[in-house]
């Protein structure tokens, strides 16, 4: 069984960082974009960072400058380095891919909570 397996979460002090993983285990032929998404309570799940298997890659505004996403293809494994955290930051954050087994699954991973508070 594919599934997408998060780490990486916890609590940060403002103006600190975090580095979140997630890695594709199970019969994994090819993966196709990895992306981070993040929801905060009451409020919807957006995208934060997502690079395609060529390494292109997508931000969010509010990621630009401070957040950065890589692939490790080799591995499955796509990371957020999350730096210059703010409390607005604080949310779920979800791994999510386009990964090429027996068939195509988007998949999720089960979430990880960042935390920014002093």
């Known amino acids: 069984q594919v599934q997408l397996v998060e780490s990486g979460g916890g609590l940060v002090q403002p103006g600190g960082s975090l580095r979140l993983s997630c890695a594709a285990t199970?019969?994994?032929?090819?993966?196709?974009?990895m992306g981070w998404y993040r929801q905060a309570p009451g409020k919807q799940r957006e995208l934060v960072a997502r690079?395609?298997?060529?390494?292109?890659?997508d931000y969010a505004d509010s990621a630009k400058g401070r957040f950065t996403i890589s692939r490790d293809n080799a591995k499955n494994t796509v990371y957020l380095q999350m730096n210059s955290l703010k409390p607005e930051d604080t949310a779920v954050y979800y791994c999510?891919?386009?990964?090429?087994?027996?068939?195509?699954?988007?998949?999720w991973g089960q979430g990880t909570q960042v935390t920014v508070s002093s």
């Open positions: 199970g019969s994994v032929l090819s993966i196709n974009t």
């Open positions: 999510n891919a386009l990964v090429i087994s027996s068939r195509v699954y988007d998949l």
């Open positions: 690079a395609t298997r060529g390494g292109s890659t």
